[in-house]
């Protein structure tokens, strides 16, 4: 994008100068009569007052846009946002939570440990009931009956671990009173703090919509109106390269600027500086969406929904809002940051451990193949993990292969006669991929996820079953939702993709306690291929 001191329009005979941004809103265009008027690649433009780039549509001549359609102009933020684009509420109101609870500690240090526990699980409280996720209407009203119930719930958890531990504790209960007060009257100041910093743009998350419809143009210009809501418009998207066409989702008297299609987002995002992403009366198909927003590119952004009803709340739903339009928080599996560290760090204790303990196991099952077949006990393939990056998998060998074209393309063995007493018995047990501990190890793979196929089979499937390849968002595992849901050996591959699309979807640690548990007994109960 070039910057320019004015927008110049020479196909509307006439120069026009571009206002602040600040309070700027809507620019028109009116087209002359037979020359259409439509949106393509926006073009970057510096605002004569503030200095600060805005950016413009450029006419296209192929789309037509009724006269006297108006367009909701995107700007690109100042500096003081681009450095700070990165930041969170919760970095600000975590550490100003901790401290209100721990500043009795100035002056008295009686019961400090306490004090601390309570900080800790008022922190932990916190976090899992939500009072930490980014809002888009900050109100300290609307935060208040959640910060008091967690805080009477965490003050109930100290006083009752207190009570077992001393006969007295009024006067540490006093204090809990106190340090309670102070986390309302912190937050009470980080709220509006926050909002500070929002309301001069200080702090802004570029954003997208993905729509053209009449409910996106009014929801981008109400985020470029009250810059309350921490948000950057930076244009639309919508429709896709081999579907229906955008104008007919469009309404009869505005046009949308478009960034480009449904099938451009993950080119969008890398090119763009994109914090958040808003799906609002899209007319690209569901299909689509669904893809483009699976896509790894999205994984750093934030995304929020605009409901279908929009006019109507669900019943104890969880909605936020802009303006009077309500937003839902998109629920992701965050695959980044502590949890997604949490996951790996328990892959390596335990998978080392457990090399240790089954390593007798081990030993027996290698003496067994070795007097079955002979040399050669190890099995190496080369499988596509994560991202589509090929490593070689572990197994005690239960059969061999007439040559490597067989290894790679032979989709299942599970009636081979060369497959011997000893290798049904250790696949029928999943004892044959005992040496997948190793790989673990290594990080080639996880515990649980999407089971590793084989390069010639993951080309096949990711061309025949939509959604396949997104399978490959995470590391593959020795086990996985499909494998413990009955879809192992010769089952239908797109409910596979299906059922692993859900477990990274809607991954959880406690998701990969139940997948391990359900393994177990599917291993205790013979239930292999």
Same mark, same amino acid.
């Given at each position: ?8 329009? @020479?196909?509307?005979? &006439? ?30 433009? +510096?605002?004569? &007052? @503030?200095?600060?780039?805005?950016? +413009? ?63 800790? +699980? ?31 719930? =965490? ?7 207190? %009570? ?9 209960? *006093? ?76 309404? $009869? ?17 890398? $090119? +763009? ?6 799906? =609002? ?50 629920? *992701? ?17 335990? $998978? @080392? ?43 005690? *060998? ?15 063995? %599970? ?35 999407? *089971? ?29 939702? $499909? ?10 591959? @797109? ?35």
């Amino acid at each position: 994008m070039n910057d320019v001191g004015a927008a110049q329009s @020479s196909e509307f005979g &006439h120069t026009s100068h571009v206002q602040d941004p600040v309070d700027f809103d809507w620019f028109e265009y009116q087209r002359p009569n037979g020359t259409p008027l439509a949106v393509t690649a926006p073009q970057q433009l +510096v605002s004569q &007052h @503030s200095r600060e780039a805005l950016v +413009v549509p450029r006419p296209r001549p192929d789309r037509k846009v009724d006269e006297g359609s108006t367009i909701v102009l995107p700007y690109v933020g100042s500096k003081i946002a681009r450095r700070t684009r990165r930041l969170r509420a919760w970095m600000l109101t975590m550490p100003a939570d901790f401290l209100a609870i721990v500043t009795p500690l100035l002056w008295t240090t009686a019961n400090w440990r306490g004090i601390i526990s309570t900080a800790v +699980v008022t922190i932990v409280i916190f976090a899992t009931g939500g009072l930490y996720r980014g809002r888009r209407h900050l109100s300290i009203l609307d935060l208040l009956p959640g910060i008091i119930g967690r805080l009477l719930v =965490a003050a109930a958890i100290i006083a009752i671990i207190a %009570a077992q531990r001393h006969e007295s504790i009024t006067n540490f209960m *006093r204090t809990v009173a106190i340090s309670c007060g102070l986390v309302v009257v912190s937050r009470t100041c980080t709220t509006l703090f926050v909002l500070y910093t929002r309301k001069r743009r200080w702090v802004e998350h570029g954003t997208i919509i993905i729509g053209s419809g009449p409910i996106a143009i009014e929801l981008a210009r109400l985020i470029k109106r009250y810059p309350q809501y921490g948000l950057r418009f930076m244009g639309f998207v919508d429709g896709c390269k081999d579907g229906q066409d955008v104008k007919d989702g469009l309404d $009869a008297t505005k046009a949308a600027p478009l960034l480009g299609t449904v099938d451009d987002l993950d080119q969008i995002v890398k $090119a +763009v500086e994109l914090d958040v992403v808003i799906l =609002a009366d899209a007319v690209a198909p569901e299909t689509k969406l669904i893809d483009a927003v699976r896509q790894p590119a999205m994984m750093g952004c934030d995304m929020w929904v605009v409901p279908r009803l929009c006019d109507f709340q669900a019943h104890g739903g969880p909605l936020d809002h802009i303006g009077a339009m309500p937003v839902s928080r998109l629920r *992701r599996a965050t695959l980044t940051g502590p949890k997604w560290a949490l996951k790996r760090a328990f892959d390596v204790a335990f $998978a @080392s451990i457990a090399l240790l303990m089954v390593s007798p196991i081990m030993i027996m099952c290698a003496l067994a193949v070795a007097l079955e077949g002979g040399k050669g006990i190890i099995f190496r393939q080369q499988r596509i993990g994560r991202f589509g990056k090929p490593f070689n998998v572990l197994k005690f *060998r239960s059969m061999r292969p007439a040559n490597e074209h067989e290894s790679q393309t032979n989709w299942s063995v %599970a009636h081979d006669p060369r497959v011997g007493p000893v290798g049904r018995f250790l696949r029928r047990t999943s004892l044959d991929e005992l040496p997948q501990l190793w790989n673990i190890v290594r990080g080639d793979m996880t515990f649980v996820g999407p *089971r590793p196929e084989r390069p010639y089979f993951v080309d096949r499937f990711s061309a025949e079953y939509p959604g396949y390849v997104l399978r490959h968002r995470v590391p593959v595992g020795l086990t996985g939702l $499909a494998q413990v849901s009955g879809l192992r050996g010769d089952t239908p591959i @797109s409910d596979r993709a299906r059922y692993d699309n859900y477990y990274i979807d809607n991954w959880t640690l406690w998701l990969d306690v139940k997948v391990l548990l359900r393994t177990f007994a599917e291993v205790f109960r013979a239930g292999g291929r």
